[in-house]
């Protein structure tokens, strides 16, 4: 069963739609830029993608401020669906950025703070699938992951601030204090149908994550029971 | 001025391990909570302190629902589980300090003497806790649970450990608190010690006191004939009878 | 207010008392702190040009890495002997556990940060008893232990244990380390307060922040 309901289906073709649009709009659309050559193409993904790593963390941080106070393990099921999710953008945006650095920086990697705060936040989120994997019991991992979740997002801006106020040679795009990278409307119209395709995107595999996780937790009660039939542990009832 | 629980259910996933449980208990009354391993006793005791949150029901302490989020609430309970609650490197008198401390209550080292004291500890009170045996350990936690005179004592398996001079003492000890009129729930399986201080039994079968025994001059023989036939029932025809 | 302050308290002494008792964690801290230093001694070469700007990176990594030694160890005893349930049945509110465990590992970290120092200027010949640089360690100490009472907290309870208290607690204290590595750098170049100010506003936003979010979570870390 593909599709849980008709919603998540119309969701999930809608992303479709909107992704194709945007390689067409990136393909055909959106002119060469003349200082940066073909490869400047690469940022209209690598900036979604990014964003998307963002707004995962942030789903997961508010599932786990809900799930604390609501006690209920779908929320986390979505917080832990959004932290996997967010950790393959973050991946997208590092190696997209790492296409664009080598000819435009003539490097793969600087100690931008962009850049390193996102590799940062990947770390966080692959501490918060490790911390997932060391505890047995759903209700305590719930706890422990909405707990790291609003911990390690409250601490991305300010990682941000501090390799920020080491130094920047990233290009800023949005409320630009430099402006080292001038953009026409056909690149701003194409930069927003990628972010809207690619958020459309995230919210469909979402969806279907979350589902899976909850799936996989229904499995695990199951496991359990028969073990414990298996084992005679269920003395009484 | 009694205890009352109150519909009290909790279950871990699908395994309901209370279900609607009744059990109202008096001042001055040690009821004694027996059942099979895995029965639901130690939960119920869990939800009695209030660290574990039942799916439904509630908890009454002198007509008044406890609210264990107020200090005081949990601090009118005495608490001896399974493990216990010391410090290993620290004496016994500083184990006792660190919670008199904690409860606010007198800390100094004649008040902390005699609270060891109560429970045969006075000899090894200046020793560190690692060095102590089990029994050992359980004297001085029973002192420990009852260092800020909490009215309700909650007893899981208090006679652990415990040898037979320490079994002695603990009973007197209770029967010194039933008088105070504190209101204790103990579960055990050593029916010839709990006999003489058990005000009454109660038999925890399906999550919830299948039947009681009030205890009015019973023979050990008395009760462990009770226990053994509910013991003897099988599950699957208690069911049958619930259903 | 008043019991409040008076849990922490008796938690602060009890876990000071603790561990001058034992002192493993004290001496194994230590011990790692010098080992770590001659680590880098050989792996760095210390020559006197350069020791002046590196000197607080390497005393930050030191602190650093002796610190989660004592993290690791912190609530061990509780969770042995499942202290955690007495604890909460007593103290007024959680958060009263979050912060006199938060106290005792600043002053562990504070504590062999004082037996480095001496240590560290004897060894090279550079004299770090400067007011700047002992305020700039005192908030890193701080702003390190916010974060790791409470990630030590959780990883206490888990399978893996020590072996993921560094890889949960360090990408959140990135914005610690360069902040102490900056500021305190600064103030050994001869740099005055002023200067390297945004980096102690920093400091002090961090530990706020990270303080006040532990104590709203904490209770979701020890109890059900």
Same mark, same amino acid.
């Given at each position: 069963?593909?599709?849980?309901?008709?919603?998540?289906?119309?969701?999930?073709?809608?992303?479709?739609?909107?992704i194709?649009?945007a390689?067409?709009?990136?393909?055909?659309?959106?002119?060469?830029?003349?200082?940066?050559?073909?490869?400047?193409?690469?940022?209209?993904?690598?900036?979604s993608?990014?964003?998307?790593?963002?707004?995962?963390?942030?789903?997961?941080?508010?599932?786990?401020?809900?799930?604390?106070?609501?006690?209920?393990?779908?929320?986390?099921?979505?917080?832990?669906?959004?932290?996997?999710?967010?950790?393959l953008?973050?991946a997208?945006?590092?190696?997209?950025?790492?296409?664009?650095?080598?000819?435009?920086?003539?490097?793969?990697?600087?100690?931008?703070?962009?850049?390193?705060?996102?590799?940062?936040?990947?770390?966080?989120?692959?501490?918060?699938?490790?911390?997932?994997?060391?505890?047995?019991?759903?209700?305590?991992?719930?706890?422990?992951?909405?707990?790291?979740?609003?911990?390690?997002?409250?601490?991305?801006?300010?990682?941000?601030?501090?390799?920020r106020?080491?130094?920047?040679?990233?290009?800023?795009?949005?409320?630009?204090?430099?402006?080292?990278?001038?953009?026409?409307?056909?690149?701003?119209?194409?930069?927003?149908?990628?972010?809207i395709?690619?958020?459309?995107?995230?919210?469909?595999?979402?969806?279907? $994550?979350?589902?899976?996780?909850?799936?996989?937790?229904?499995?695990?009660?199951?496991?359990?029971?028969?073990?414990?039939?298996?084992?005679?542990?269920?003395?009484?009832? | 001025?009694s205890?009352?629980?109150?519909?009290?259910?909790?279950?871990?996933?699908?395994?309901?391990?209370l279900?609607?449980?009744?059990?109202?208990?008096?001042?001055?009354?040690?009821?004694?909570?027996?059942?099979?391993?895995?029965?639901?006793?130690?939960?119920?005791?869990?939800?009695?302190?209030?660290l574990?949150?039942?799916? /439904?029901?509630?908890? =009454?302490?002198?007509?008044?629902?406890?609210?264990?989020?107020?200090?005081h609430?949990?601090?009118?309970?005495?608490?001896?589980?399974?493990?216990?609650?010391?410090?290993?490197?620290?004496?016994?008198?500083?184990?006792?300090?660190?919670?008199?401390?904690? !409860?606010?209550?007198?800390?100094?080292?004649?008040?902390?003497?005699?609270?060891?004291a $109560?429970?045969?500890?006075?000899?090894?009170?200046?020793?560190?806790?690692?060095? !102590?045996?089990?029994?050992?350990?359980? $004297?001085?936690?029973?002192?420990?649970?009852?260092?800020?005179?909490?009215?309700?004592?909650?007893?899981?398996?208090?006679?652990?450990?415990?040898?037979?001079?320490?079994?002695?003492?603990?009973n007197?000890?209770?029967?010194?608190?039933?008088?105070?009129g504190?209101?204790?729930?103990?579960?055990?399986?050593?029916?010839?010690?709990?006999?003489?201080?058990?005000?009454?039994?109660?038999?925890?079968a399906?999550?919830?006191?299948?039947?009681?025994?009030?205890?009015?001059?019973?023979?050990?023989?008395?009760?462990?004939?009770?226990?053994?036939?509910?013991?003897?029932?099988?599950?699957?025809?208690?069911?049958?009878?619930?259903? | 207010?008043?019991? =409040?302050?008076?849990?922490?308290?008796?938690?602060?002494?009890?876990?000071?008392?603790?561990?001058?008792?034992?002192?493993?964690?004290?001496? /194994?801290?230590?011990?790692?702190?010098?080992?770590?230093?001659?680590?880098?001694? !050989?792996?760095?070469?210390?020559?006197?040009?350069?020791?002046?700007?590196?000197?607080?990176?390497?005393?930050?990594?030191?602190?650093?890495?002796?610190?989660?030694?004592?993290?690791? $160890?912190?609530?061990?005893?509780?969770?042995?002997?499942?202290?955690?349930?007495?604890?909460?049945?007593?103290?007024?509110?959680?958060?009263?556990?979050?912060?006199?465990?938060?106290?005792?590992?600043?002053?562990?970290?504070?504590?062999?940060?004082?037996?480095i120092?001496?240590?560290?200027?004897?060894?090279?010949?550079?004299?770090?008893?400067?007011?700047?640089?002992?305020?700039?360690?005192?908030?890193g100490?701080?702003? !390190?232990?916010?974060?790791?009472?409470?990630?030590?907290?959780?990883?206490?309870?888990?399978?893996?244990?020590?072996?993921?208290?560094?890889?949960?607690?360090?990408?959140?204290?990135?914005?610690?380390?360069?902040?102490?590595?900056?500021?305190?750098?600064?103030?050994?170049?001869?740099?005055?307060?002023?200067?390297?100010?945004?980096?102690?506003?920093?400091?002090?936003?961090?530990g706020?922040?990270?303080?006040?979010?532990?104590?709203?979570?904490?209770?979701?870390?020890?109890?059900?």
């Open positions: 069963m593909l599709f849980a309901n008709k919603n998540l289906k119309l969701l999930s073709f809608l992303a479709l739609l909107l194709l649009a390689f067409a709009m990136v393909l055909f659309y959106a002119p060469i830029e003349l200082n940066m050559g073909i490869v400047q193409k690469v940022f209209y993904f690598h900036v993608a990014a964003w998307i790593g963002m707004l995962a963390f942030l789903v997961a941080a508010v599932c786990g401020i809900v799930y604390l106070n609501k006690k209920q393990l779908k929320f986390d099921h979505i917080a832990f669906s959004a932290v996997e999710i967010g950790l953008f973050t997208i945006a590092n190696f997209t950025g790492m296409i664009w650095a080598k000819p435009i920086w003539n490097t793969w990697w600087t100690w931008d703070p962009r850049l390193t705060t996102m590799t940062i936040m990947a770390f966080t989120y692959i501490g918060y699938l490790l911390l997932r994997r060391g505890v047995d019991n759903p209700e305590k991992r719930a706890r422990f992951g909405s707990v790291y979740a609003i911990i390690g997002f409250a601490s991305v801006p300010l990682t941000f601030f501090s390799s106020l080491l130094r920047t040679i990233h290009p800023t795009i949005f409320g630009a204090d430099t402006g080292d990278m001038a953009m026409i409307p056909a690149m701003y119209q194409t930069m927003g149908v990628s972010i395709a690619f958020t459309f995107l995230f919210a469909a595999l979402l969806w279907h $994550r979350s589902i899976l996780a909850a799936r996989e937790s229904e499995l695990d009660t199951l496991r359990a029971q028969t073990e414990a039939l298996e084992f005679g542990e269920v003395l009484d009832d | 001025m205890l009352a629980i109150r519909q009290v259910s909790k279950s871990f996933g699908q395994h309901h391990v279900n609607s449980l009744d059990l109202e208990l008096k001042p001055g009354e040690l009821l004694c909570l027996l059942g099979r391993n895995g029965a639901g006793k130690t939960t119920l005791l869990r939800i009695l302190t209030g574990l949150r039942p799916e /439904a029901g509630s908890v =009454w302490l002198e007509n008044q629902q406890i609210d264990y989020a107020e200090p609430a949990r601090h009118d309970i005495g608490l001896v589980m399974h493990q216990p609650f010391l410090y290993e490197h620290l004496t016994g008198i500083e184990n006792l300090r660190f919670y008199a401390r904690l !409860y606010q209550v007198a800390d100094d080292k004649t008040a902390l003497e005699a609270a060891s $109560r429970v045969g500890m006075q000899r090894f009170a200046h020793k560190p806790v690692r060095a !102590y045996s089990r029994g050992m350990k359980q $004297r001085l936690t029973i002192a420990r649970a009852l260092l800020h005179s909490p009215r309700i004592l909650l007893l899981d398996e208090p006679y652990t450990g415990l040898d037979l001079q320490g079994s002695q003492t603990f007197q000890l209770m029967l010194e608190q039933k008088q105070q504190r209101i204790i729930l103990m579960t055990t399986h050593d029916l010839s010690h709990a006999l003489p201080i058990s005000s009454r039994f109660a038999f925890l399906r999550g919830r006191v299948s039947d009681e025994l009030t205890n009015q001059n019973l023979s050990l023989e008395n009760i462990e004939t009770w226990l053994a036939q509910k013991l003897a029932k099988p599950v699957s025809a208690q069911k049958g009878a619930a259903a | 207010m008043k019991d =409040w302050l008076h849990s922490v308290r008796a938690l602060v002494w009890k876990d000071l008392l603790q561990e001058w008792r034992s002192k493993d964690m004290l001496t /194994a801290m230590f011990a790692f702190a010098i080992l770590t230093l001659f680590i880098f001694n !050989y792996a760095i070469e210390l020559s006197p040009v350069n020791r002046a700007e590196i000197a607080s990176g390497i005393i930050w990594v030191v602190i650093v890495f002796a610190g989660t030694l004592g993290l690791n $160890r912190s609530f061990t005893s509780e969770q042995d002997q499942g202290c955690f349930d007495a604890l909460v049945m007593a103290v007024p509110d959680v958060s009263a556990i979050y912060f006199g465990k938060m106290l005792t590992n600043w002053l562990v970290m504070l504590f062999v940060s004082l037996l120092l001496p240590i560290y200027s004897l060894l090279y010949n550079q004299s770090l008893f400067n007011a700047g640089f002992i305020l700039v360690l005192v908030l100490a701080w702003c !390190y232990s916010a974060a790791g009472t409470l990630i030590a907290g959780m990883t206490v309870q888990t399978r893996m244990r020590d072996l993921l208290l560094p890889i949960l607690l360090f990408p959140i204290l990135m914005p610690v380390n360069m902040a102490v590595v900056k500021a305190a750098g600064g103030i050994l170049a001869g740099a005055p307060l002023v200067n390297v100010q945004a980096w102690l506003v920093l400091l002090a936003a961090y706020i922040i990270v303080t006040t979010v532990s104590i709203l979570v904490f209770e979701y870390v020890i109890r059900e």
